[in-house]
């Protein structure tokens, strides 16, 4: 049987095999560093973060301010009034939540300067604020007067801080209860005669719930959870009513 002889490799061969490698090596290096993945975030060639203005991710601020019926319209199960506003205006305007449950006009005061300041972002005031109490102002004896007075101060502060934000005056809404509909509807009747007088917007939402009339019928029941707080069709109907108010 023949023996099958194996030549040694040649040396050329050998470094040509060599330069071809690096040469492979280096130009996969070259590819890498060009590459740049999607920016997740603003920072400089340098890798140093930086407070350049966000103009990719979130638009201007639209605030909504006010008691347990801002506070859990951000609150629930993705059906809240806000929590749709947030979806619907993604990448154009940031919806903000001021809301605190259990506050009234008369708690919210000495700190609605602070808020304002709070929600400039990038030096942008807000394009939109809206204003929600009464409720509270109704449950811990407030009168009437002292709740217009309040409301007034709040808007006068909007005017002088954030002069180009429009304000949207909201009226606190009505209750499953006829007796407790009938003491709130002062409350409501203040806010539409602060609204003609400041000359700012007023979303009514006794219109939302009663219809034009804004007369009470035990169907608002229907809107409600436990009488004071939106269920999921009273949400379905802020949010539908509150967007005809909005850019």
Wanted: net charge positive; glycine share 8%; with cysteine.
């Amino acid at each position: 049987m023949s023996k099958i002889e194996m030549k040694p490799q040649r040396p050329a061969a050998t470094a040509a095999i060599l330069v071809g490698c690096l040469i492979a090596v280096v130009f996969f290096q070259i590819i890498l560093h060009d590459f740049h993945p999607p920016s997740q975030g603003t920072h400089t060639s340098s890798g140093v973060v930086t407070d350049k203005p966000n103009t990719w991710g979130f638009g201007d601020p639209i605030v909504l301010v006010g008691d347990s019926l801002t506070e859990q319209a951000f609150l629930v199960d993705g059906w809240g009034y806000g929590l749709r506003l947030q979806a619907e205006y993604r990448r154009r305007y940031d919806v903000l939540n001021r809301g605190t449950g259990g506050i009234s006009s008369e708690q919210i005061l000495p700190h609605f300067g602070g808020i304002l300041k709070s929600v400039v972002q990038n030096g942008q005031s807000p394009i939109v604020l809206t204003l929600l109490l009464g409720t509270n102002d109704l449950y811990q004896q407030i009168s009437v007067q002292r709740y217009a007075q309040n409301m007034k101060g709040m808007v006068h502060a909007v005017q002088q801080i954030h002069p180009s934000t429009k304000i949207i005056l909201i009226t606190p809404p009505p209750q499953s209860n006829e007796q407790r509909t009938a003491e709130m509807r002062p409350y409501r009747d203040a806010i539409l005669q602060l609204a003609r007088d400041a000359r700012v917007t007023v979303f009514d939402t006794w219109i939302t719930f009663l219809g034009p009339s804004g007369k009470y019928d035990r169907s608002v029941e229907r809107f409600f959870t436990d009488g004071i707080h939106f269920n999921r069709l009273g949400n379905d109907a802020m949010f539908n009513d509150i967007k005809k108010f909005l850019p």
